[in-house]
Each structure stands twice: as C-alpha cells, then as structure tokens.
C-alpha cells in the first residue's frame, strides 16, 4: 500500500471566506470531536483558529477527471446516458464516500456509496462545493444532458 500526503483545507463559517492553513497543524481528537488548529511561529508564539467556526476538509486522496484533488465537501457531476448526476463527497462512519443529491429531477439523500479508488471519480468532475455553490446542493432541474460535455 502506498502512503499518500495528507491534505487539508479549510472554510471560516463565520467569515465565509477560505483560511489558509500553510503553517498550521491540525489535531483533532476523534472521540471528543474536539479539535485544534494552530500555528507557532519561529518566536514561539501560538496563533489558534477557534474550531467552532471552521469546517475543515480532508482530501480522499483522488483526483476527479480533471486531475483535481476531491475534498470531503466538494460537488461532483457526471454526465451519462443523458443524464446528469451529482454528488457530494462525504465522510461517514470511518471512511469517504459519496451520496447523490440530485439526478434529473430526483433528490435522494439516502444513498451513499464508500469510494476506495480512482473509478468512483473517471467519468464525475468537481463543479463546486457546499460552501461557496449552496445552491449546488439541490436538484440540478434539468431535462437529460450532453455526455460529451460532462467529459
């Protein structure tokens, strides 16, 4: 198995802005669901981000189509059969996942499916993410699509 870098981003809930973490580390205890994000300078001093206000955002460690790194969060579309599918990247029970949020009209977000490779993502690309394209998020509303847009 080979081990991957891994990748964080990060969205101020309050500001509605990107942070960047260049610097910071993150700890976060996974029972407590608590966490830190924090920086130390070369002087010792402790910049910390208040956790509350921060959803932070983990890579899966794939890329979609277009050789972008798929973040939990992030809004997928795929284009098949002339019909448009969308998807948010989750994290349930241990472990990335997708679930469907909108195909042509139907909205169901029952559905997850655990993603463990690069096949989850060859034919789906990012259009966005849940907190810069809210309104990505609903049915897309649309009648059927062109597959060869979507490629």
């Known amino acids: 198995m080979e081990n991957r870098e891994f990748k964080f981003r990060a969205w ?3 500001e509605n802005r990107w942070i960047d973490l260049n610097g910071f580390n ?3 205890k996974l029972f407590a669901n608590k966490g830190e994000v924090y920086s130390v300078t070369e002087q010792g001093a402790v910049h910390e981000l208040e956790v509350n206000y921060v ?7 794939l890329e ?3 050789g972008k790194d798929v973040y939990r969060g992030d809004i997928l579309e795929s284009c098949t059969d002339s019909q448009l599918l969308r ?4 994290f ?3 472990c990335f996942g997708i679930r469907n949020i909108g195909i042509d009209g139907y909205v169901n977000h029952a559905e997850f499916f655990h993603i463990d490779s690069e096949y989850y ?3 789906r690309r990012i259009i966005g993410n849940i907190h810069e394209q809210k309104h990505l998020q609903k049915d897309p509303a649309v009648e059927g699509c062109d597959a060869s847009a979507a490629e």
């Open 92 to 94: 349930k029970a241990g």
């Open 55 to 61: 959803d932070i955002m983990q890579a899966t460690g």
């Open 121 to 123: 993502f060859k034919d």
């Open 26 to 28: 993150i700890c976060w």
């Open 12 to 14: 101020h809930l309050v």
């Open 87 to 90: 998807w948010e990247v989750i």
């Open 64 to 66: 979609d189509n277009a």
